[in-house]
């Protein structure tokens, strides 16, 4: 019993990473609030969650401001492209609603959340790994789809699942607003840490991309 307490010890190490997880939800949080800085913001929070994981440091608040202003400019270019993505989805929901509502524009809006979304999931966390240019960084979270389409699909259903449950009932969207604020953001951001980090173990063993 007592070595469940140490210092070494599996609820000492429990709770160590939920405190992480608070403090890193935080920062996640605060410097999503500008749109812009939201990439930014998502490979700082994949930094954080590597380096607790694969180096026992639980630095939060500098390993993030680190990553943060380390990947700001890429992530920035990013994040400008995915605004784009979401005004061209916008735009042709509009139509689909009020003037043309055609199989071209419907598939076209497909496509679109398709790309917003897999680029949202995966493309930070590339940023904060590996060096290379944003469209290399692009081309390889598209790549991964093609190599591990069930690691991705599930990051994709569980994002959906939670944008679902949210439009669902203002109950639930109440429930995992508040959640995400407090801890729920950092959570969701580790379980897309954890498929991501097998996937990126499989492609550092056969050298590929690197």
Excluded at 102 to 112: P, Q, T
Excluded at 119 to 136: A, N
Excluded at 162 to 173: A, D, Q, R, T
């Amino acid at each position: 019993m007592e070595e469940l307490f140490r210092l070494e010890g599996t609820v000492y190490q429990i709770l160590s990473k939920v405190q992480a997880l608070l403090v890193l939800n935080f920062w996640l949080v605060v410097t999503s609030i500008p749109i812009i800085t939201l990439g930014a913001s998502q490979a700082a929070g994949f930094y954080v969650l590597t380096k607790i994981m694969e180096r026992n440091d639980y630095r939060v608040s500098s390993n993030f401001w680190r990553a943060f202003v380390k990947n700001g400019r890429q992530c920035t270019y990013i994040s400008f492209l995915l605004l784009i993505l979401a005004g061209c989805l916008f735009v042709n929901t509009y139509y689909l609603t009020f003037v043309n509502p055609s199989i071209i524009i419907l598939a076209s809006s497909f496509v679109l959340l398709f790309c917003w979304l897999h680029l949202f999931q995966f493309v930070f966390y590339f940023v904060q790994r590996y060096e290379g240019s944003v469209i290399e960084h692009i081309r390889n979270s598209f790549k991964v789809y093609l190599q591990f389409p069930k690691d991705v699909l599930f990051i994709h259903l569980s994002y959906l699942i939670i944008l679902c449950l949210w439009f669902v009932s203002p109950y639930w969207s109440l429930f995992i607003t508040f959640f995400g604020l407090f801890i729920g953001s950092s959570v969701h951001s580790f379980i897309r840490y954890l498929v991501m980090r097998k996937i990126s173990s499989k492609i550092e063993v056969r050298k590929e991309w690197l």
